[in-house]
């Protein structure tokens, strides 16, 4: 469209409002599909283990974590798509990716001989689904008057957020059946007893893993179709996007990028034999700086003249101090939110799933499966799907109150809720009977979404009140795809102290940090002379 004026009170209401719906509500199903595929990893990964995958713990942790990484990483070049690729193209191509990861993911489970490189490689293509985040929510925000940022983006976050418990509902049910017959492949016996949101289901069951993977082609395809006819690009936002297929072009080649960056950043990352492991062990903090430093590097390296001058353009947003307080506080929220999404499940089936004895003779804990353990299958969707629901709600309410006072408030709460959840954690990681603390870390992790959830949108609309037009967009998508680290931060951080015995370590860490950002804040928008009042 070449006109295109969302503050015009007139033309809102006549055409605006209408494209701009339309554009929204294709979106939402998009970003929900590409969250899905993102995270299914955290779901995937126990079920592996219940049918006998011949992986450890950690190697299970690390699948989930490579797909963290990746996605987030692939959020960096996604932030800048709309204005050098338009809205249409960028939306339309990176949900269509999604099939290629997808598909993989089927095949790969179909064998249990499969290689633990065709997983990690996997994962890695699965942070497409993750990277969309950035180019939706920077495409969304164009579309939008200012006075409706917070609601607009709040939906298109919270509806697509819901992703998560998508993959964390439908994965486990569609396991169950042989739903793509002789297509879909053989049924793999059950190792270890699992579960699907309405009960147990006994080992030995035939389970059909790789529909874990091959479901969400039954979304995509028409998903693509809808978007193709039913997207617009923005010629007041993106004038110089040339033609569908250079604009396409450019889309595969900034992925390409960031996506070998991700892959040589996680060699050095991974022990023998999937990596080096140079940055094993608390070497894993530098690998989120690494790779989107060299990511950056490498976007600039090969983009042509123009989409080069437009990336400087775009690169300004990182001379505004304000760029770095948000990404602080995005990661507050949304690396919260995603990061204990792929953490959780695996949390629960080591933690609860596994009795804890101390042997005195051999000064060590003893862990052997707990018989009286809840299922991760049955109950990690809960705090997900919670913060998700109330992500909209987070919206509407700073929109009415301000967004850095609502940021505050559930700071507060995230602070205190991780605090009191790594002691939970301790106690049931040295407990024979954990499941006894099962309900406590439960409603204390609903907590923790629902307070995760509220300030993804407050942290949305104070991105909308600070920042103008033209920086908007690529701040949502910058903030986003740092925040999204801790989609990597969280399962790595939490699978290092689970090994090391002190789980609750994991959340006084992320407590500490909660507590820092209260101050930043404080001081960059709530104190008396701060820089911007918000409110």
Aim: proline share 5%; charged share 10%.
């Amino acid at each position: 469209m070449a006109d295109w004026r969302p503050e015009d009170e007139t033309f809102w209401a006549r055409e605006g409002k209408r494209v701009a719906n339309r554009n929204l509500w294709i979106s939402i199903p998009s970003l929900l599909c590409g969250f899905a595929v993102w995270l299914m990893w955290g779901i995937i990964t126990v079920q592996m283990a219940n049918a006998g995958f011949p992986f450890t713990p950690d190697q299970l942790f690390s699948i989930a974590a490579i797909s963290g990484l990746s996605g987030a990483t692939l959020r960096i070049p996604a932030s800048f798509f709309i204005r050098i690729c338009g809205g249409r193209n960028t939306v339309w191509l990176t949900t269509a990716l999604l099939m290629i990861p997808a598909l993989g993911t089927g095949i790969a489970l179909q064998d249990k001989a499969t290689p633990l490189w065709v997983f990690q490689l996997m994962a890695l293509l699965s942070g497409i689904g993750g990277g969309n985040f950035a180019c939706s929510m920077a495409n969304i925000s164009t579309f939008f008057p200012k006075r409706l940022q917070g609601t607009a983006l709040g939906l298109n976050a919270g509806l697509g957020n819901f992703g998560v418990t998508t993959s964390q509902l439908l994965i486990p049910a569609v396991m169950t059946l042989g739903l793509f017959g002789a297509l879909g492949g053989d049924a793999l016996p059950l190792t270890k007893d699992s579960a699907t949101l309405i009960g147990k289901i006994a080992a030995g069951t035939p389970t059909w893993v790789q529909n874990a993977g091959f479901v969400w082609l039954l979304l995509l395809v028409p998903l693509a179709v809808v978007g193709w006819f039913g997207l617009n690009n923005l010629k007041t936002v993106s004038p110089n996007i040339g033609s569908t297929g250079a604009a396409m072009g450019k889309v595969l080649t900034l992925y390409g990028v960031a996506l070998v960056v991700s892959g040589i950043g996680l060699y050095l990352y991974l022990p023998a034999p999937s990596g080096l492991g140079l940055l094993s062990g608390n070497g894993m903090w530098a690998v989120p700086p690494l790779v989107t430093i060299g990511t950056l590097f490498g976007m600039k390296a090969v983009a042509t003249s123009d989409v080069k001058a437009n990336l400087d353009k775009q690169f300004a947003i990182f001379r505004n101090k304000h760029t770095w307080s948000m990404t602080a506080l995005y990661l507050v929220t949304f690396g919260s939110f995603i990061g204990f999404s792929m953490a959780v499940p695996l949390s629960i089936t080591v933690i609860f799933g596994n009795t804890h004895v101390f042997d005195p003779a051999t000064n060590a804990w003893v862990h052997a499966k707990n018989p009286n353990g809840p299922s991760a299958l049955m109950y990690a969707w809960i705090g997900p799907f919670v913060g998700a629901l109330i992500r909209p709600v987070g919206g509407w309410i700073s929109d009415k109150l301000g967004g850095s006072i609502v940021t505050q408030v559930i700071s507060f709460v995230l602070v205190v809720a991780s605090a009191v959840t790594g002691y939970v954690m301790h106690l049931a990681y040295q407990s024979a009977t954990p499941e006894q603390y099962f309900m406590v870390f439960m409603l204390l992790f609903i907590l923790l979404f629902a307070a995760s959830g509220i300030g993804n949108g407050s942290t949305f609309r104070t991105v909308g009140f600070v920042f103008d037009q033209d920086q908007r967009g690529p701040v949502l998508g910058w903030t986003s795809a740092i925040g999204g680290y801790g989609s990597f931060i969280a399962p790595v951080v939490i699978g290092q102290q689970i090994k090391a015995g002190t789980p609750e370590n994991a959340m006084y860490g992320f407590a500490v940090f909660y507590a820092l950002c209260v101050l930043i804040n404080w001081w960059f928008y709530l104190r008396k002379n701060a820089y911007i009042r918000n409110p």
